[in-house]
């Protein structure tokens, strides 16, 4: 759903305590996103640990670096058409379907606060978690990252790929620098979503071991009340909507501990942070 | 014979079968089995030479305590390996030709240039072009610091062990080419007394090529990477100083890339770092590139441990308080 108001509307057809929160171009992005980021992953960091045993063996394996080459290639061209895809997708919401822009994912000042919120609640001197709106700092983050990452991997990337093509026009050292940024480019991106993304998107009480919510795009409707109170208040009005459904089975974390714990937040099991937002991961 | 309905048509045959089946004898029959396994294993990989040796010279060179004593009352060992012999290229000509056919009368002194000279006798064309490669030149100045045909055609730096270049374990087989090379300019006292301080093998791992060469396949046919001698020549290798190297100046240069990246130009010669590292001076490009994304991810990755750290102690104070 690329406006808010599209949640409503689709409550209807979803499972009751089911809320519906990305819809099939987002999670469709995402899958795309995810699949080529793990093969470009596995074909890639070899190259940059090439003296690895490791990367040899695992080269290797697939055939030389001849085939992983080609892999990396055709995954890398993907990638970039998913974010066209994405560019698309939101120009055609916004110019056609004359839905509002996505201001949602744009940082605000608020996200700083809630960033220092969160870590006075992880460390204690908070009692209280920040209540978020529909997508939190991490989110947020996650999000406008590649909105970074993408030009910069993509550009070097080019760069590497057709090296006397863009030597017509630009300096010769921009290869050698190409090489350097697009190998640290991806070792941060593929750093931030195994220590930050994973752990709190799957690993996180609550939705261990897997968060199906951007392949499914439903989350249960008492785990996006915790997670998204302030979007889920806004239209859903406060516990009203909780009450008019008591027949909702309480979501279970995986430890089997109840997230409809009572209202106070301090005591409750803390919850993970949600997928990505529009759809991507990074 | 009549037909015994305990033992069937066949009394002796089931009186074999039930032998057969008796645990002593199927032990008996694996230990039979291993070791005639083992025995022609150790057949294909006896130390027989199969070199050529027509003048039985092994009968007393395959002795590995043969030496002599030389005019300048040095010991020389005069040990022929013959396992060495059996992949060398030239198992098939005998030891004559290169030893004259009387070889007990000859005294050369045995230099590393009347050694190349040898070689020379038969490859001459390989051996001309060495002559005027900077390894050459230094060699008939008498310096014995330099690659010559055995340093790079053999993997023990032995004669009677040179290996045809096609084969994967020789020195000079493509793929082998860099480690090659390596033996003596990875050695920074050897590079440093002729001033070549960068360092080459390293470099030259790190980059596009290097990766490319180490990661790929032994397959010749996809060894396509260009590697030391791609740019800097084979037999006829110049020093950097000399403006026929291939390497010298960016027009060289060029020309030199443009054999495999067709149209390259000079602008994309002058991307190539020299085997040396970026610095604020030299490619400053480069070098601030490393610094820009040495720190950026240093400080992302900060962050996400922190926040990971925090949160996970925190799910941890959460779980046990309950």
Same mark, same amino acid.
């Given at each position: ?282 | ?113 009347? %050694? $190349?000279?040898? /070689?020379?006798? =038969? +490859? ?11 390894? *050459? ?115 060289? %240069? $060029?020309?030199? /890339?443009?054999? =495999? +990246? ?11 770092? *020299? ?48």
């Amino acid at each position: 759903m690329e406006s808010v108001s599209a949640v409503p509307e689709v409550q209807t057809a979803a499972p009751v305590n089911k809320v519906l929160r990305f819809d099939v171009h987002q999670r469709l992005q995402h899958l795309v996103m995810m699949t080529t980021f793990i093969i470009l992953v596995a074909t890639g960091m070899p190259l940059k640990f090439s003296g690895w045993g490791m990367s040899q063996w695992w080269i290797d394996f697939w055939g030389g670096i001849e085939t992983t080459r080609t892999v990396h290639r055709i995954a890398g061209w993907t990638m970039l058409g998913d974010c066209l895809y994405h560019i698309l997708y939101i120009g055609y919401g916004t110019l056609l379907r004359k839905r509002p822009f996505p201001y949602w994912m744009v940082p605000t000042p608020r996200d700083f606060r809630d960033f220092f919120q969160e870590l006075r609640y992880f460390t204690g001197l908070a009692k209280t978690r920040p209540q978020y709106d529909r997508f939190n700092w991490r989110e947020k983050f996650d999000y406008m990252a590649i909105f970074w990452g993408i030009p910069i991997i993509g550009i070097s990337g080019l760069i590497m790929m057709y090296p006397v093509f863009w030597t017509k026009f630009l300096p010769g050292w921009i290869v050698p620098a190409a090489l350097v940024a697009h190998g640290d480019e991806a070792l941060l991106a593929l750093l931030w979503i195994v220590i930050v993304h994973l752990v709190f998107n799957h690993l996180a009480p609550g939705v261990f071991p897997i968060n199906t919510s951007i392949f499914s795009g439903k989350v249960p409707r008492e785990r996006y009340r915790h997670e998204h109170s302030l979007e889920y208040e806004r239209k859903f009005g406060s516990d009203i909507a909780l009450e008019a459904t008591p027949a909702d089975p309480p979501p279970q974390g995986a430890a089997g501990e109840p997230l409809d714990a009572p209202e106070t937040p301090p005591e409750t099991p803390e919850v993970k942070g949600e997928e990505n937002p529009e759809g991507r991961t990074r | 014979m009549p037909y015994n309905k305990r033992s069937g048509f066949f009394p002796a045959l089931r009186q074999g079968v039930a032998i057969a089946k008796k645990p002593f004898f199927i032990l008996l029959l694996g230990i039979v089995m291993m070791a005639a396994t083992a025995a022609i294993l150790r057949s294909y990989t006896s130390e027989r030479a199969y070199g050529l040796d027509q003048n039985q010279c092994l009968l007393c060179h395959g002795n590995p305590d043969l030496a002599k004593t030389n005019s300048n009352s040095e010991k020389v060992s005069l040990y022929v390996k013959e396992e060495f012999l059996n992949t060398s290229a030239h198992r098939y000509i005998d030891c004559t030709a290169c030893h004259t056919a009387t070889p007990h009368q000859v005294d050369t002194p045995l230099t590393k240039l009347s %050694l $190349a000279q040898k /070689c020379g006798t =038969c +490859h001459e064309y390989q051996y001309n072009l060495h002559k005027e490669s900077i390894h *050459g030149q230094q060699l008939l100045q008498g310096n014995a610091d330099v690659a010559t045909c055995v340093d790079c055609h053999s993997p023990t730096a032995n004669p009677h062990n040179v290996i045809r270049v096609l084969e994967y374990s020789a020195p000079a087989y493509r793929k082998n080419i860099a480690e090659t090379c390596g033996k003596c300019h990875r050695n920074e006292t050897l590079m440093g007394r002729y001033g070549i301080l960068e360092k080459v093998y390293e470099t030259y791992m790190r980059s596009f090529h290097g990766k490319a060469m180490r990661l790929g396949t032994y397959e010749i046919s996809r060894l396509d990477k260009a590697t030391c001698t791609n740019c800097h020549g084979t037999h006829d290798i110049k020093s950097l100083e000399d403006p026929q190297s291939p390497v010298a100046g960016m027009e060289n %240069l $060029a020309r030199t /890339c443009e054999q =495999c +990246h067709p149209d390259a130009g000079a602008k994309f010669a002058s991307g190539f770092l *020299g085997h040396k590292e970026a610095t604020p001076q030299y490619f400053p490009g480069v070098f601030f590139t490393e610094i820009f994304f040495l720190a950026l991810t240093s400080a992302v990755v900060a962050l996400g441990v922190i926040v990971t750290g925090l949160a996970v102690i925190r799910w941890g104070i959460n779980r046990w308080k309950v």
